[in-house]
């Protein structure tokens, strides 16, 4: 008996650490998503997401299974509801965690107050630049999708593996939620050492089409952020014009898989059907990587079940998985990692900054495959070149990915290094014959040098005086537009917006 007793406690002793391995807590996480099905990341949308994988995360026998999430839905309106909610809430006890705002001027001043707080936010929007700066006001923020900058990495190997040098960022201004402006900030703001120069479209008026490709002509890349409607009548133009003919590259940007972002669709039904289909032959777009695994398609199953079960029977297309609906089921995955780590070495739940610390430079499997955060919190992006590979048929595939979590820019099968070889760009001179009726060629052309330098130093000696001060103030005068228009999309960034908020 003595020795069954004794082995009865070494074997206690040696279950504890599994006894012990599983946390119990409760957590209280505040959802804040829009009502308006307009969003693509609307409560109807990500919800279903969200509780998704809290089931995941709660089933029995799980290592997350003693995590408990009181999950609490808010409205966002993009504009200043997040906050006033939070603050209301507040009053009483504040969350643990806090998942959204997604609209960049809102998640701003929700993100700015978690972080005072020490509440870890995780949130699939707030992508602009200016929230890449975490060391004070946005210390609690990890952002679970690809921001801006990381998308702007696939552009920025393209354009070194194809020796590019200048683009023209053509984008649709809404003045409001300013996503397509955001979106090529985010471009402007990582290509600084090539030459990049902007134009901006207003919503509200008449698309110029001829002013448009009047300034494309010193850019050898075109990158558009608009919808989809006005980056057919772009192309149109520029197809008319015989600006598709090789010499220019056109790109378009389509992350959200939204009506607010061009999706690559030349296809009306119109008399422009046929000419569209020949001008997006040289359309490429820049998307989000898609993997496929069978967990994620039974994912996908379920969310078009849980959208149907719930009777959004008019939300179009929100059973459908976009970014938001991925990213926000892979914040809650992330947030039990974190936690458990965090608890595991001893501290509570109410450590905003060491559980979030935990959540940055790691790697963890989401619900589509390998999310790799990087060490300032934010997603490494992994994204897709489109481009049309039957010009008959209309078709695209993908032709290329790059992989940011290593840098890599990968070349598919399906990839045509002529399409995207600029032409007639620097065309080779013909060779002149000799024509000096045997005067040697060094000779004359000293001659003809010396002739031609002998009057210009004549005329630019008289002209000088006249014309001196007329030249250095067009200069000034033509350096201060250049300079406005290089500096357009820094002058309204992200940081100066939300800092004036």
Request: overall charge negative; aromatic content about 10%; hydrophobic content about 40%.
């Amino acid at each position: 008996m003595p020795f069954l007793g004794a082995l009865c406690v070494y074997f206690l002793i040696g279950l504890r650490p599994v006894m012990t391995n599983n946390i119990t807590e409760d957590i209280d996480v505040l959802v804040f998503l829009p009502q308006n099905n307009s969003y693509p990341f609307s409560h109807a949308r990500v919800a279903p997401a969200i509780l998704y994988a809290q089931q995941r995360l709660q089933a029995e026998g799980g290592q997350y299974s003693g995590i408990h999430f009181n999950i609490h839905f808010e409205n966002s309106d993009c504009v200043n509801g997040a906050l006033f909610l939070l603050l209301d809430r507040s009053c009483g006890q504040k969350p643990d965690l806090i998942l959204g705002p997604v609209c960049e001027y809102e998640a701003a001043a929700v993100v700015r107050m978690a972080s005072h707080w020490d509440i870890p936010v995780i949130s699939a929007g707030a992508l602009a630049a200016g929230f890449s700066n975490k060391n004070t006001e946005f210390s609690q923020l990890t952002r679970i999708a690809p921001s801006y900058v990381k998308m702007a990495e696939t552009f920025t190997a393209m354009f070194e593996h194809f020796t590019w040098r200048s683009a023209l960022l053509l984008f649709e201004d809404d003045k409001q939620e300013r996503n397509c402006y955001f979106t090529l900030e985010g471009v402007y703001h990582l290509m600084a050492d090539f030459n990049i120069k902007s134009y901006a479209v207003s919503m509200e008026e008449r698309l110029d089409t001829d002013d448009i490709l009047q300034n494309i002509h010193d850019t050898e890349v075109v990158i558009m952020c608009m919808g989809a409607d006005r980056i057919r009548e772009v192309m149109l133009a520029a197809h008319r014009r015989r600006l598709t003919n090789g010499s220019y590259m056109f790109f378009n940007v389509e992350l959200f898989n939204a009506s607010s972002y061009g999706n690559g669709s030349w296809k009306r039904g119109d008399k422009y059907d046929s000419d569209a289909r020949q001008a997006y032959a040289s359309l490429n777009t820049v998307t989000l990587l898609r993997t496929v695994k069978p967990e994620f398609e039974k994912f996908s199953v379920e969310m078009k079940k849980s959208v149907e079960k719930s009777g959004f029977h008019g939300c179009k297309d929100c059973g459908s998985v976009n970014m938001f609906v991925e990213g926000f089921h892979d914040a809650m995955l992330l947030y039990a990692i974190a936690l458990h780590e965090a608890m595991k070495n001893g501290y509570s739940k109410k450590n905003g900054t060491e559980i979030t610390s935990h959540m940055w430079n790691r790697t963890f499997e989401g619900i589509a495959g390998q999310v790799s955060m990087d060490v300032n919190g934010d997603r490494n992006g992994d994204f897709s070149l489109m481009a049309m590979t039957n010009v008959d048929a209309g078709t695209y595939e993908v032709v290329a990915n790059y992989f940011g979590g290593n840098g890599t820019f990968q070349l598919l099968p399906a990839f045509n290094a002529e399409h995207f070889t600029l032409r007639g760009r620097h065309k080779a001179q013909p060779e002149v014959p000799d024509k000096s009726c045997g005067l040697g060629v060094s000779a004359l052309t000293g001659v003809i040098v010396g002739a031609v330098l002998g009057t210009a130093l004549l005329i630019a000696f008289y002209l000088f005086r006249k014309n001196y001060r007329i030249t250095i103030e067009r200069r000034t005068q033509g350096e201060e537009c250049d300079t406005g228009k290089h500096r357009q999309l820094r002058e309204d960034s992200i940081r100066s917006n939300f800092s004036a908020a």
